[in-house]
């Protein structure tokens, strides 16, 4: 790892601060990403700036129908939270399969989405449940967030601060694991919301998260796995690598969305 | 005896690591120790034009920039390879030189060109990415196949066509004749999967010059450091053997990868000369990855032939084996005398004939990896059997069983001597214990859910404790393949073992403390075993092939001859009784039929106090052998693995796993029951997960565990382990050895039972679910068409 200065941020404006003062200066959540990156000598940012500390940043909070999720709350504390499990168990469910007990401890949504891992498994929950995530100088729709693998709409020194979704009357998430890294070699969450269906694809497009607008038409029409098999998913805009080709990533994104859709409560 | 042979001892080991008390060589600081950073090619082939290191040297903390052209210039030899293998047409070997810093050219991604030595990790790292290197990148090839072809790159000079050697066994016409009159043949193209061996402790180093005394000390992670010593002083002339201490402390894991001297253990050495500081390096991860020497990477096309009773008439292969960019120091034993050896199997064959490749590709260098040469031949061999029972639509187990050796010992036809075993009781023990017969009706109850059962077979014998010094001699070993032990029997009874065998995880201070403990009846806590330091231990050819139990238990099995001759000597001076009436038992030395007896701590302290001594005798009981087996050790086995796949994606669930091992004589079962789950688990990792993948610039794909699959627990069975033993009559134990039979059996057993599930014979290992998705694919396209 290269030398780094490390700041402990007391609040989200003490976050943009030093930030803003710092060289080429990087946030850091749960560092789950960010420091195996830094340890790979990957990534030297001059300075860190730990968003973990900062209270406003932390916590599931569930008012009406609208579910807001801190940025620095852990994959944990998702994958416990009672109240979330009852209103939309998927995002519950999906934080639970992420990594191992150490990464999910550690590891935080702000974080996840910022990163924007073309098969990390977040994206696909936040675009399928069209969320709005707020950072310290606006809000952003999902539709506009997730640009590409590892690229979101996010300016330089931008913080996340929160998401928040509408509780959809049903929701899941089917995830098929890469068998060496265990993300999502394919993972499909489907949503059942006051705007329609929604089907969001994580781990197989080559420009990361994208939605099923097929599979949403679909099930606009008849919410259930069955109307899935008549919609054809061809392989191009698909991954190929050493796991999987595309062609049999278009086939995942079919059982796993038939998968999820099963799955909803 | 609760603690002596056949016993459930817990391992004794497992105190100081389960307390975090360990010491491995990483745990070792030495006052004044500097840290080491290779500089490394980023490129698979390429000419090294210039080094400059001015900008590394001025860093801080930066003590030495080191090259090879430095290295070489001090007199350090290339690295070898240990065992001359004789071409098809009498020649020798067409080895290229191997220096432990490369030169002029570097041969593959990970080539260490030179080395910073820091005051810190850190530093070092850093003043490492400063040294600039001057590459003129040269065409790259990576698969044995391809590095074949013709206008490949050359990568040594002094290997036309980057063939390492063209060697063969057996006899081509007579089985090509065999062939011919066959009344069925199935052939197969199969290939034997590259894997990396991800020992849990990466290697690591730590050397010390002491200039006052002109005496080098080198902590390493070895699994025979005697045979490192020998060859860094012997070959690379770092220094003269009783010039340096080679010191193994705790290992954490080997399967193979840490018998080598690789070219960091030899640049710590020379380093801490050149500098005056103790150098430690430790392996990262990815430089794992991208040095430790790779196993298996076998291409190979087979083809069996049986007569109309379904007998075996003969067997012809071609191994094209990738050797990677130099010959690590086994390398070439392991696709010939190691692999081609085992061909003829469980199975009474006449004619085998086999020829072997072995080629230069700009890849991590290939050894042994757990197991070495007879999971390649196993794989073959049963994966041809079960397809030829498919084709002649017989019973695998019935097709296996008609070609049993049943009578030993067996001569075969690629040189192995089998001198015992019982093929049908093992895999009658399997079948019963997977309730074979139950198995159709476990298909069609899978089948109703939707979902593709499988069944497979995996009959295997190999061949361990290599092996005599005279034979492997004559096959072209540069060492003698026995083992030493001594026994000190202290003043208070207790006793010292000193082992040339080396323990990185297989229990081996459990296991040899039993046959102690067996043959005194004393109690185990009063038993150490000492091993892993060549001023401690006498010498020793350490761990590998099976060979601990086999060899270095035999070994120790001598020495305690000695020992109770000895003291059964002294006791009947002492006693004044008959040496012939004397026996040793639960720690008391009696005269039989009377009740004169003495402690066993009396008879040792009569040796040491030397007052009462018979006439002549020296004092003192310590006594030392050198073992010399006289032929190798054949476990065999039945493993049996049943699978269900889902259609839907590929993904294969192992439901079950049986196997029943014939491993001669078992000290501790607790322990060979570990051996054979930790085998099996790899074996497992070989068929489904693991797979080092190289791209077309010979750059690995698969460099970290975000690519390479290890197997996890979740990803395991249950296992149903058996034992089903023959006496080993070659040694004194009657031991076999169990290491690596877990690993050589298995990958053909769930190959086996994939296949069947998903009625598609052309599967490659790693089976992943989007293989078998797309296996499953070209099955339902073909029956489609007929
Ligand atoms: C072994 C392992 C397995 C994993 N498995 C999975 C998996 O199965 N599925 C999956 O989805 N993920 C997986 N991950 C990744 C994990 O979920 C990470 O926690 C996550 O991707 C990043 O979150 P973090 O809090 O750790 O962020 P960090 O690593 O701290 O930061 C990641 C990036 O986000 C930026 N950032 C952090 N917080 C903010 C913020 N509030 N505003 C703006 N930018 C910010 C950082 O600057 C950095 O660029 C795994 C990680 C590991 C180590």
Request: charge should be negative.
């Amino acid at each position: 790892m290269y030398e780094t200065k490390y700041h402990k941020a007391s609040s989200v404006a003490d976050a943009v601060s030093l930030i803003g003062k710092s060289d080429d200066g990087k946030l850091l959540s749960g560092g789950q990403t960010l420091v195996p990156t830094m340890k790979a000598r990957l990534a030297a940012p001059s300075d860190l700036v730990d968003v973990s500390g900062i209270a406003d940043m932390h916590g599931v909070s569930i008012s009406g129908s609208t579910v807001t999720i801190g940025a620095a709350t852990t994959h944990a504390d998702v994958a416990g939270n009672a109240d979330l499990q009852a209103k939309c168990g998927g995002v519950a469910c999906l934080a639970a399969g992420i990594g191992d007990p150490a990464v999910r401890h550690k590891g935080t949504i702000g974080g996840s989405i910022a990163n924007n891992d073309p098969a990390a498994d977040y994206p696909a929950a936040m675009l399928a449940l069209g969320a709005t995530i707020k950072t310290n100088a606006r809000e952003i729709a999902a539709d506009d967030f997730f640009v590409g693998m590892f690229e979101t709409a996010l300016e330089d020194d931008e913080v996340i601060v929160s998401v928040s979704f509408d509780a959809p009357a049903k929701a899941a998430y089917a995830k098929f694991p890469n068998p060496a890294s265990r993300y999502a070699m394919v993972g499909v969450f489907a949503a059942q919301t006051a705007d329609g269906a929604r089907v969001a694809v994580t781990g197989a497009g080559s420009d990361g998260v994208y939605r099923q607008s097929d599979m949403e038409a679909a099930l606009d029409g008849d919410w259930s796995p069955d109307v899935l098999s008549g919609v054809q998913v061809g392989s191009e805009g698909l991954l190929s690598d050493i796991h999987g080709d595309a062609t049999y990533r278009a086939n995942l994104v079919k059982v796993m969305a038939r998968r999820a859709v099963a799955g909803c409560a | 005896m609760t603690e002596g042979i056949g016993a459930r001892v817990l391992r004794k080991e497992d105190k100081r690591f389960l307390m975090g008390k360990g010491r491995y060589t990483d745990d070792i600081v030495e006052p004044n120790q500097a840290y080491a950073a290779f500089v490394r090619s980023p490129y698979a082939h390429a000419e090294v034009k210039s080094i400059d290191a001015s900008a590394a040297e001025g860093m801080d903390g930066v003590v030495a920039v080191l090259n090879g052209e430095q290295l070489t210039g001090d007199g350090i030899g290339n690295i070898i390879c240990g065992w001359a293998v004789t071409q098809k047409d009498g020649s020798g070997m067409n080895m290229g030189a191997w220096s432990a810093l490369a030169t002029n050219k570097v041969r593959y991604v990970g080539d260490a060109v030179a080395v910073v030595i820091a005051d810190s990790i850190e530093q070092a790292r850093n003043a490492a990415e400063a040294v600039e290197v001057d590459y003129k990148i040269l065409p790259a090839v990576a698969q044995s196949v391809d590095a074949l072809a013709s206008g490949a790159p050359e990568i040594h000079e002094n290997a036309p066509g980057n063939v390492v050697f063209d060697w063969e066994i057996g006899e081509l016409a007579p089985t090509d004749a065999a062939l011919e009159g066959a009344a069925h043949i199935t052939e197969m193209e199969i290939t034997n999967n590259r894997l990396a061996p991800n020992p849990m402790e990466p290697r690591s180093a730590i050397a010390t010059f002491n200039a006052a005394e002109d005496h080098y000390t080198l902590y390493t992670t070895s699994q025979n450091p005697h045979v490192a010593r020998l060859v860094l002083s012997a070959f690379y002339q770092v220094a003269p053997e009783h010039k340096l201490r080679v010191i193994a402390p705790d290992v954490g894991g080997g399967f193979g990868s840490k018998i080598y001297i690789y070219p960091e253990e030899i640049t710590c050495l020379w380093a801490s000369m050149k500098t005056n500081r103790s150098v430690k390096w430790t392996s990262d991860r990815t430089e794992a990855f991208l040095t430790d020497a790779h196993g298996r990477d076998h291409v190979s096309t087979a083809k069996i032939g049986f007569d109309k009773d379904h007998k075996i008439v003969g067997l012809k292969v071609n191994t094209k084996a990738n050797l990677g960019a130099y010959m690590s120091l086994f390398s070439s034993a392991v696709p010939t005398y190691l692999y081609a050896t085992l061909l003829s199997g469980q199975y009474n064959i006449s004619n085998i004939y086999c020829d072997v490749q072995a080629v230069y590709t700009n890849t991590v260098p290939v050894d042994a990896y757990r197991g070495a040469g007879r999971p390649e031949a196993c794989y073959l061999l049963e994966r041809i059997m079960e397809t030829a029972a498919r084709e002649l639509g017989v019973s695998p187990a019935e097709l296996r069983r008609k070609n049993f050796v049943t009578s030993f010992p067996h001569e075969t036809p690629v040189i192995m001597t089998y001198d015992s075993g019982d093929f049908a009781t093992n895999q009658e023990q399997a079948m019963t214990a997977a309730d074979f017969d139950g198995f159709e009706a476990r298909r069609a109850e899978a089948a109703s859910r939707g979902k593709l059962r499988g069944i497979g077979f995996s009959n295997y014998i190999e061949a361990c404790g290599i092996a005599p010094s005279a034979a492997v001699g004559s096959l072209g070993a540069g060492v003698g393949l026995w083992e030493s032990a001594e026994v000190r029997v202290n003043p208070v009874g207790t006793i010292e073992v000193l082992t040339g065998s080396h323990s990185h995880g297989q229990g081996h201070e459990t296991t040899f403390t039993q046959v102690v403990a067996e043959r005194f009846g004393l109690p185990t806590e009063n038993i150490q075993i000492v091993h892993g330091d060549t001023d401690k231990v006498q010498f020793g050819m350490g761990t590998y092939g099976s060979r601990s139990g086999a060899v270095g238990m035999s070994a120790i099995f001598k020495a305690l001859d000695k020992v109770e001759a000895k003291a059964k000597k002294i006791a009947a001076h002492v006693l004044e009784a008959s040496e012939d009436d004397i026996v040793i038992e639960g720690g008391e030395v009696k005269v039989a039929g009377t009740d004169k007896t003495m402690g066993w701590h009396e008879v040792g302290l009569a040796a040491y106090t030397g007052h009462n001594l018979p006439e002549g005798m020296e004092p003192g009981l310590k006594e030392t052998s050198f073992y010399d087996p006289t032929n190798f050790t054949f476990p065999a086995g039945c493993y049996i693995c049943e699978v269900e796949v889902d259609p839907d994606t590929g993904v294969t669930d192992i439901i079950q796993f049986v196997a029943s091992d014939d491993f001669g004589t078992i000290i501790n079962p607790m322990i060979v029951e570990g051996q054979v789950h930790g085998g099996i688990a790899q074996g497992i990792g070989q068929a489904m997960l693991e797979n080092v993948v190289y791209d077309d610039d010979a750059q690995q794909l698969s460099a970290s565990y975000m690519d390479y699959a290890m197997p996890r627990a979740d990803d395991l069975p249950n296992y149903s382990v058996h034992h089903a033993s023959t006496e080993c009559p070659g040694n004194p134990l009657g031991m076999k050895g169990c290491g690596e039979a877990g690993a050589i059996g298995s990958p053909p057993a769930v190959i086996n039972a994939i296949t069947d599930a998903i009625g598609n014979n052309d599967l490659s290992m790693p089976a992943t679910p989007s293989k078998v998705w797309a296996a499953l694919q070209a099955a339902s396209a073909k029956q489609a068409a007929e």
